[in-house]
Each structure stands twice: as C-alpha cells, then as structure tokens.
C-alpha cells in the first residue's frame, strides 16, 4: 500500500453517478447514508462533485445520452479514485443486455478511457444497502494490496 | 438582462441526470426548460421480445420507486385486453402492496424534500421510519424494492396469514411516526416560511396542463384513479381522495403526508379483510389479439399502460406514460416570478422522476441518429449474426 490508497481507504468521499439506472440502485445508495446503515461509520460521506470525490458509485446501464458526460466526469475526478459499479446494470447491464440504447458497462467505458482505472463490481438489483457497504468495505481492505 | 443558468445533468441535488435552464433576471425566475433523455434505455421495444409473463419483471425496472406501479398497470392492460378475470384474493395482495409502496415513495420525498431545502434533519427522520415500510414488504415480499408480485391473471406468491399478523405492530409504529412527521413538519416555522405560498399551481392552470397525482390535488383537483376508476379492491375500502385548495408547495407536502395516513388505513383494512383461502392466480392461458389499457395510480399520479396484442405470446406494442410526464409542464406556471433558491424546492414538488418519464429522446446534438434508426439497426445486426433474414418468431409463424 503506498500512501495515495492509504488516503483513500481511510475516508471514502463518494460522489454518485446515474448512467441511466431505474432509481433503485440510487436509493439504496442513499439509504446508505440514513441513520440504519450510516456509511458516515466508515468515513463514506455523499459529495457534490467529482473533484471532491474518491470513490464514484456508478449505477445504470450507460445509456447513449449519458456516456459522454460520465467520461468528462472521469476526467474532471480526482486521481487517483476508484468507480464502483453498483447493480447488475452498471456491472453487466443485466436486462438490458440487448437494449438498443444501452452501451454499457461501466467497465467497458472505464477501460476504454484508461485502463488503470479500478472497478468494483457490487451486483444485485437492485443490491442491498449491506451488501452495498460490504462490497465498498471488501474494495477499500483490498487496496491493501494494490498501488494506484 | 436575462442569463440562463444550467442546472445538471450531474448535480447533488437530485438522483437522477436530467437538464434544467433556469432563465433567470436578476434573482427572478423568468422561464424555465427541461431537457432528459439520459435515462432512456428502450424499454417499450425490449418489452416487445418477451412474453407477457416476462414483461412485469422488465417494466418492473422502469422506475425502481415505483416498481409495483407499472406492472400493475400492465397488468391491468393486459386482463383489459384478454377479458382475463382476476381472483379476489390476489386483487387484496395487490392492493396491499400499492398502498405499501405508496407510503414508501411518499415518505422518501418527504426526506428528500427537506434535504433539497437544506434541512437534514428531516431528510434523516423520514428514511429512517421510511425503513420500516421497506422491513414489512420484506417481510410480505422477499424483497425491499422489486416485490416481483405482479403477473397478468393474478399474483406470483402468496403472503401468509402470520406474516400479515406480524405487520400489524410495524404499521402501528409506522402511523405514529407518520404522524409526528406531519405534525412536526407543519409546526415548523422554518418549513413554513419556505414554503407557504411558493409556486403556487392555480387549479385552472393544474388542468389546463393536466396535471396528476398529489400535484393536483393539492390545486383542488380530485384526480385520483382510485376513485375515478376503482381497480383492485378500492371500492370496498374506506378511505378519502386528500385535497387541498392553496395549490403552493406546502399544500403538497400537505397532501402527500395526509396520503400516507390515509394509505396506513387501508393497509390495515386490507390485513381485516383479506380472504385467507381461494386462489391467487387465474392462470390464463393466452392473451387474444386485440388491445387493452391499464390505468394505475402511481404515488405520483395516474400510470398509463397500452398493450397491443397479436394472439401471440408477446405484445406487439407496449407504451407507457408516466405520471410525471404530464407534471413538468407545470413548471412553466409554478417558477415564473419566484426566486432562483425557492426553484429547487418547486422543481422537486411535482416529485419529478425521470427514469419514468424517458420513453423516447433525440440524440441530435449527440450523435446525428434517429431512435427508430438505432432500433432497427440493432434488429437487423442480429439477423445478420444469426445468418437470418426473418426474427426466428417470424420463420415459425410463416411454416
Ligand atoms: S441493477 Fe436493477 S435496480 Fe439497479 S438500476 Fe439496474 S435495474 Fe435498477
């Protein structure tokens, strides 16, 4: 672990992307938040931009309108951050597979912009507010062992 | 002089990517316009390659808060066009389930509402009783969100008679709490002051741009399909369409909590009334040719479901209109004249939700395509992969 996963692993600031999902990925991340599941235990605090953020939840299959404005997201981020794709959506599209106007997932765009860029997958649809947290806990213990 | 602000697509204030272009002189609010089209996925046309079992699941994800709306409107839709009878039983399941998820969906934008005017404490009280609706669908479902209830002729699983006893101490808390909220939010002064007489909606205005769901009622239309047009097991309940007169924001949020009261009534109605033995399902066998419509409403108005169908085992055509659809044209008459800080509050009072709305976009200053053009093309890639010139429903139909 060198210093800049160090950082990000301490205080996950997250700031949360909608490509196109159903709002239920996006409540649940929300609900994260709400005195239940409190993320603030861990440091995870919603952000209102993406030069603030460390970790971007991305839900949603990626639809056409969208695409360009996550890139110009990623670009505008903070390095070194990480993109979680929360959903079955943003992981593999899930039912919208053979949508003409999905043209996901989110790792497709991510590798397509810069390799480097790490993806956590957090399926489910839509998943849990646990197992939105324990998929974001697993990520930040496994920088551990990465260098960004 | 005039300036236009750019609200979006990505902002913190609201969930979903959508566009708004606030004209504004000086402080004032002089027009303003709304551009979506970010959560278009193509559902209509997916929803035309599956089965009429297999629709529910997709439109289900039309829009995750409403997620019981839309598949009972389909469903509705498709009993309408098939004569398809439906047994007592299941039209209690879902009509209970309707009403759970209207409390739901109320009371997150109770939340989010407080959260959009700055006033947190609010946002936190209302998820966290909001909680407790979503632990009883648990409980009744299996589920948090996508209960997976809905399917034409009746209902996929049955709830237990322990499991409805069970609710009845979480809907006891839940009215409590729900009843504190309102009263606490309407002593407010700080609420009040925001939003008394903002973006006022005058009746004549909410239904010259038809207006629907809560946002009507509180201008003083009593448009509510429950009532107009009883599906499900409404006419046997007890319960009263709120309205209010003023037509501004506080009378709203008035409306939406009265509403989730009135919903926790009948949910206990319901767990009264409820026929503990029959079937839960009709189990038709096909859907003849013709169509049907299925009017549902949704927590934020009436949901509209068109199904054409050809005698085959899918629709031929599925359209959708979502409630806030016809909501955002009564931004032009609620933002005029108000200040750039109270727009917020009154854009999120129709309780907008986009991923609904969506239903067709043009991508013209995006790529020069046409949708049609998209759709098409994609049919016929996949012809040219699988080395056919017909879809293979077509060849069958053709032998
Ligand atoms: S994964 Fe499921 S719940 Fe999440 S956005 Fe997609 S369809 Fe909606």
Redesign the interface.
């Known amino acids: 672990m060198n210093w800049k996963s160090w950082g990000i692993s301490k205080s996950p600031w997250l700031y949360?992307?909608?490509?196109?999902?159903?709002?239920?990925?996006?409540?649940?991340i929300?609900?994260c938040l709400?005195?239940?599941f409190d993320v603030e235990r861990f440091g995870g605090k919603?952000?209102?931009?993406?030069r603030h953020a460390d970790v971007l939840m991305v839900t949603?299959?990626m639809?056409?309108?969208?695409k360009?404005?996550f890139e110009r997201?990623l670009e505008a981020s903070a390095k070194p951050f990480i993109v979680a794709a929360v959903g079955t959506c943003a992981c593999s599209k899930g039912?919208?597979h053979?949508?003409?106007?999905?043209i996901g997932p989110v790792r497709k765009v991510t590798e397509a912009l810069d390799e480097e860029i790490m993806v956590l997958n957090i399926p489910g649809?839509?998943p849990?507010p646990e197992a939105i947290i324990d998929g974001l806990v697993t990520g930040l213990n496994q920088l551990k062992e990465v260098k960004l | 002089m005039a300036t236009t602000i750019p609200i979006g697509?990505?902002?913190?204030l609201q969930?979903?990517?959508e566009h708004y272009l606030l004209t504004v002189e000086e402080e004032e609010v002089i027009d303003v316009d709304v551009q979506i089209?970010?959560?278009?996925?193509?559902?209509e046309?997916?929803s035309e390659?599956k089965t009429f079992n297999q629709v529910p699941?997709?439109v289900e994800?039309?829009?995750?808060?409403c997620?019981h709306s839309h598949p009972y409107a389909y469903c509705l839709a498709v009993e309408d066009c098939g004569d398809i009878e439906v047994p007592e039983r299941a039209k209690y399941i879902r009509t209970l389930i309707g009403e759970l998820e209207r409390i739901h969906s109320h009371l997150?934008w109770a939340?989010l509402a407080g959260h959009f005017i700055g006033y947190d404490t609010v946002?936190?009280w209302a998820?966290?009783y909001r909680?407790d609706v979503l632990d009883l669908l648990e409980l009744l479902t299996g589920n948090?969100?996508?209960y997976a209830m809905m399917k034409p002729g009746g209902v996929q699983r049955e709830i237990k008679r322990e499991d409805l006893e069970g609710a009845r101490p979480k809907l006891e808390t839940l009215r409590e709490k729900s009843e504190m909220l309102y009263n606490a939010i309407l002593d407010d002064p700080v609420l009040k002051a925001r939003l008394e007489g903002v973006g006022v909606l005058p009746r004549e205005d909410a239904r010259a741009f038809g207006a629907l769901g809560p946002t009507s009622r509180a201008s003083g239309l009593p448009a509510d399909v429950r009532a107009d047009f009883p599906y499900g097991v409404y006419d046997e309940l007890d319960w009263k369409v709120i309205t209010r007169e003023d037509g501004d924001t506080l009378a709203r949020v008035e409306v939406r909590l009265l509403e989730t009261l009135e919903s926790i009534k009948m949910t206990e109605q319901i767990i009264d009334e409820i026929p503990d033995e029959g079937s839960i399902d009709s189990e038709p066998e096909n859907v003849p040719a013709g169509e049907g419509i299925g009017n549902y409403e949704a927590p934020r108005g009436e949901c509209f479901h068109y199904v054409q169908s050809d005698g085959s085992n899918r629709p031929v055509r599925h359209k959708i209109r979502a409630p806030t659809f016809m909501n955002f044209p009564t931004y032009k008459s609620t933002c005029k004249g108000e200040t750039v800080a109270d727009a917020t509050i009154i854009l999120a009072s129709v309780d907008p939700?986009y991923?609904c709305t969506e239903r067709a976009?043009s991508?013209k200053n995006?790529?020069d395509v046409d949708?049609l053009e998209?759709?098409q093309?994609?049919t016929a890639d996949?012809k040219q992969e699988y080395g056919v010139d017909k879809s293979p429903l077509e060849e069958v139909l053709d032998e």
């Not at chain 1, 639809?63 to 969208?66: E, G």
């Not at chain 1, 053979?98 to 999905?102: E, G, I, M, S």
């Not at chain 2, 697509?9 to 913190?12: G, I, L, R, T």
Request: hydrophobic share 30%; proline share 9%; charged share 20%.
């Open positions: 949360h992307v909608n490509t196109g999902s159903c709002n239920n990925c996006d409540i649940e929300v609900d709400t005195p239940k919603l952000v209102g931009s993406p949603g299959p639809t056409r309108k969208s360009p404005r997201i039912m919208f053979d949508a003409y106007n999905c649809c839509p849990r | 697509p990505y902002h913190p969930e979903e990517p089209g970010y959560n278009h996925r193509g559902i046309k997916l390659k699941f997709l994800r039309v829009c995750g808060i997620s997150l939340g946002f936190m998820w966290k909680e948090r969100n996508a939700c991923s976009i991508l995006n790529e949708l998209l759709s093309q994609k996949l």
